[in-house]
């Protein structure tokens, strides 16, 4: 009985082939995971230095608190929070219209504070979305 098999050359060459492949299935599988992880962790690493710009300046007057930018980054906004109750702070002034320039300062009248605390977060535009900044959030008393 004469047996017949698969040469050692082509044999060689199968698993060559065989391993390449595998190689390249799993380089692109690993590439497509690090690329998402990537993308996302710049995005944070933009939000904060952007944040790190920010510095709030605050003019107070009875009934009314001005919140100003004082860094490099300027406010599109601002969130202020009196008590429990998160309230939105809008931009006046210095604006293009279509909210593409973001404006340099800001100002609310806080009514009913009375003596209370009042905590500002501001927010600034990056890529044309809205961003909290609440590590530069600033806390004064009305």
Wanted: glycine share 12%; with cysteine.
């Amino acid at each position: 009985m004469k047996k017949k098999g698969v040469s050692p050359l082509i044999a060689t060459v199968l698993l060559i082939g065989f391993t390449v492949v595998l190689g390249v299935l799993v380089f692109n599988w690993i590439r497509g995971l690090t690329e998402g992880t990537m993308s996302s962790s710049g995005t944070q690493v933009e939000t904060t230095m952007k944040c790190a710009g920010v510095d709030v300046g605050t003019l107070i007057v009875p009934g009314k608190i001005t919140v100003t930018s004082e860094g490099s980054t300027l406010l599109c906004g601002f969130k202020y929070v009196i008590g429990n109750v998160l309230n939105e702070g809008h931009a006046n002034g210095k604006t293009d219209g279509n909210n593409k320039v973001c404006i340099g300062y800001s100002s609310v009248n806080i009514v009913g504070c009375d003596g209370k605390n009042v905590k500002i977060i501001p927010t600034i535009k990056i890529n044309e979305q809205i961003i909290d900044c609440p590590a530069q959030a600033v806390t004064v008393k009305c």
